[in-house]
Every structure is written in C-alpha cells, then in structure tokens.
C-alpha cells in the first residue's frame, strides 16, 4: 500500500483526483502565501532566512503569528509558544491521519506530516470519512498536496524574492486576513467548531492590549477550552452546508 517504483503514485486515479479537490481553491491559499513571503522580509528577516523558514515551516498561520513577535524583539519563549498554540491543530489531524497510515514506514509518515494542511485535512476527510486505510487513499493524500505546497511556496518565494518592490500601501495585509477567513471559514463544519471560533475572536479583541500579541494565546487557550467542554458535553451537530 505504501509507494512502488514499479506504479508510481502519480498515476493512480485518485491522485489526479486529489489534485482537483485542491485545485479548486488554490487561488486563496496562492494568496496567503504571496502576503506572508512579503511580510516576513518586511519583517526584518534576511532573505536566507525568510527561504528558510518558508520551506521547513510549511505552516502559514503560526509564521504570519511569529512574524510580529519577532519584529518587535519578543523573547523566544512567548515566539514558541505562540507557534505551538497555532500548530496545535495540527496534533488533532495527526490523531486522525492515523486511522489512514499507521501502517506505513516512519519516514514516510514523517513526510506526511511535514505536508500535512488545513484543507487537505478537510479535503481527505470528506473522501474518505469511514476511517479504514484503503490502496488509493495515500495517492489521493499525494495529489492533494503537491497541489497545495505549490501554491503555497511558489508565491511565498515570489513574495521573498519581490518584497522590496511591493508597496505597503497596496494593502497586502488586509489581502490576507482575507484569505485566513476563507480558510478557515472553509474548516468550519459543525455547531462546535463556530461557537469555539467565536469565542476566539471576542477572547482575541477582548485582550487585545496584552503585550506581545499575547492577546492570541488568550484566544487559543479559550477556543480550545470552549471546544473541549461543548465535545464532552454538546454532542456536534453538523452544518447542512
């Protein structure tokens, strides 16, 4: 079920499939990732390490996060734990990739972890809700992030390479507060998931004069906690959309 030389992944069916579930919404993710090439060289980072973080990060929220941290000298613990409270989502995907590939080598499930994003998730999910491994689910994975991480790092390292002829009053921020709600409006699946991502915003404003944009982690520790309590005790219901 893992990789062959004698059929290579890309010529599975659900591979192209894959491909066109994102294909589809490229144009924000493209988006996204154009802004935070931008903003990280607007930043202050130099352009080794702006390409660096791009291509080892692979994790657009939890770098538009870390941006301003750095920018303003913040210290390095409130940098990493602010990184790790964006990225916590990605702990639940893993839990739920595991039903799908525990059965592949670590290496392999490292790669899958390194392109692992939102809407792949999303995307897999929808395929493929039952939770049993079967042949085409780790072409259909492939499809879906070769898709994704190309248009994500082809417009970041546009963005890194072309920040100094962009001007800031094109509004390249508000571009891409623009694309973050999409994305996530686009993980917003059931009664839960709203009522936590609203309780985020309002923890969010309501701190807002923390230092540090700490006022995020308030956020995070608050939508987290509003989730947890409404999965234990308000069983999700589903949106009809």
């Known amino acids: 079920m893992g990789f062959s030389l004698s059929a290579p992944l890309w010529r599975h069916p659900a591979f192209a499939e894959g491909a066109r579930d994102m294909a589809g919404i490229t144009l924000g993710i493209s988006a996204w990732g154009l802004v935070t090439g931008v903003a990280m060289i607007k930043s202050g980072l130099s352009l080794p390490l702006a390409l660096l973080m791009s291509l080892t990060v692979f994790a657009g929220s ?8 750095l920018a303003s000298g913040a210290p390095l613990w409130v940098l990493w734990a602010t990184s790790f409270c964006v990225n916590l989502r990605f702990l639940i995907f ?19 972890g ?9 995307a897999f999910l929808k395929r493929f809700p039952d939770g049993q491994p079967g042949p085409e689910q780790l072409p259909y994975y492939w499809g879906g992030v070769v ?8 417009p970041a390292l546009i ?26 409006y686009s993980l917003l699946s059931d009664r839960n998931s709203w009522v936590s991502a609203a309780v ?7 701190a807002y004069a923390l230092p540090l944009r700490l006022n995020i982690l308030v956020a995070i520790a608050a939508a987290v906690a509003v989730g947890l309590l409404m999965e234990r005790w308000v069983p999700p219901v589903r949106s009809k959309a």
């Open 62 to 69: 939890s770098q538009l996060a870390s941006l301003p941290l």
């Open 94 to 112: 893993s839990a739920q990739w595991r039903q799908y590939f525990s059965h592949e080598s670590r290496w392999l499930r490292m790669a899958i």
């Open 114 to 122: 390194y392109f692992a994003a939102d809407l792949n998730y999303v």
């Open 147 to 154: 898709v994704n991480w190309s248009s994500w790092q082809v």
């Open 159 to 184: 963005g890194i390479l072309l920040a100094d002829q962009v001007p800031t009053q094109w509004g390249l921020g508000f571009a891409g507060v623009l694309a973050l709600l999409g994305l996530a």
């Open 200 to 206: 985020a915003g309002c923890a969010a404003v309501a």
